[in-house]
């Protein structure tokens, strides 16, 4: 089955970096574009960013400049580095497969991980 396990998150204070990583399994990972979803108690998910087969990139306007997005087709791993953390940046984060449609970033394949939980303290 398809499954997408995320780590490397955390408590940081305003200003500071995590590093987070996707281990996928139960798809042909370099068939899709995959990305990284963000969601806060209360508030929608949104999609962050977004890394297609060729490697181009696209990310949410209020973390660009900020956050990399990459991947390793070798292990399977989608990676994000988060950079200059604002506490509006706190969210359970989760990857996902992707697609860019309108200038926003939404998912294609219906499976989620449990996500890991970035907060940013003031």
């Known amino acids: 089955e398809v499954q997408f396990v995320e780590s490397g998150g955390g408590l940081v204070q305003m200003g500071g970096s995590l590093r987070l990583s996707c281990v996928a399994s139960g798809f042909t990972f370099d068939d899709y574009d995959v990305g990284w979803f963000r969601q806060a108690p209360g508030k929608e998910r949104e999609g962050v960013s977004c890394?297609?087969?060729?490697?181009?990139?696209d990310y949410l306007d209020a973390v660009k400049g900020r956050f990399t997005v990459s991947s390793d087709n070798a292990k399977k791993t989608l990676y994000l580095q988060m950079n200059s953390l604002k506490p509006e940046d706190s969210a359970t984060y989760y990857c996902?497969?992707?697609?860019?449609?309108?200038?926003?970033?939404?998912?294609?394949?219906?499976?989620w991980g449990k996500g890991t939980l970035v907060t940013v303290s003031s």
């Open positions: 996902a497969s992707c697609t860019v449609e309108k200038g926003k970033i939404w998912f294609g394949l219906d499976y």
């Open positions: 890394i297609s087969r060729d490697g181009i990139t």
